[in-house]
């Protein structure tokens, strides 16, 4: 149980890396206006969500239901676990958006500014707090 824990933190770290820096590229992106930078950008991109935001969100999901199924009868029972998937589902929901925002700029079709992205860059922020709180106070 133990090694699925550390797996599913380590999973979470990384995915959460691509989370906050993902957007961060995108303000950037947005400001950018020579052609150099924004291809260097739409790799960048390209590389931060295929190869390591999806891997890492899907060993999250995976280790952390491998957890849930080693205790249902304790972990379905808790309203905290409860709330966190709810805010996981967001952040899948988050994830998916960033897939799109991606997609925008790598068809040159970036309909935003770059301030719209430094808000959009902070809402994983709000949501880790919570989940955080959720698992290590366990509030309900």
């Known amino acids: 149980m133990l090694w699925l824990k550390a797996f599913h933190i380590i999973a979470v770290i990384c995915w959460f890396a691509g989370l906050f820096y993902l957007p961060r590229l995108f303000v950037y992106h947005a400001q950018s206006t020579d ?26 999901i995976v280790f952390g239901a491998a957890m849930m199924m080693n205790a249902p009868d304790y972990y379905l029972k808790q309203g905290w676990l409860h709330a966190k ?43 880790l707090i919570a989940v955080v709180i959720l698992v290590v106070v366990k509030p309900f």
């Open 35 to 60: 052609s150099t930078s924004i291809e260097r950008f739409k790799i960048m991109e390209r590389k931060l969500y295929r190869g390591i935001m999806w891997p890492s969100m899907v060993l999250t």
């Open 85 to 127: 998937l709810a805010l996981v589902t967001l952040l899948i929901v988050y994830h998916f958006f960033c897939g799109y925002y991606r997609e925008q700029f790598a068809n040159d079709n970036n309909q935003k500014t770059h301030v719209f992205y430094r808000v959009f860059n902070e809402l994983p922020v709000l949501l």
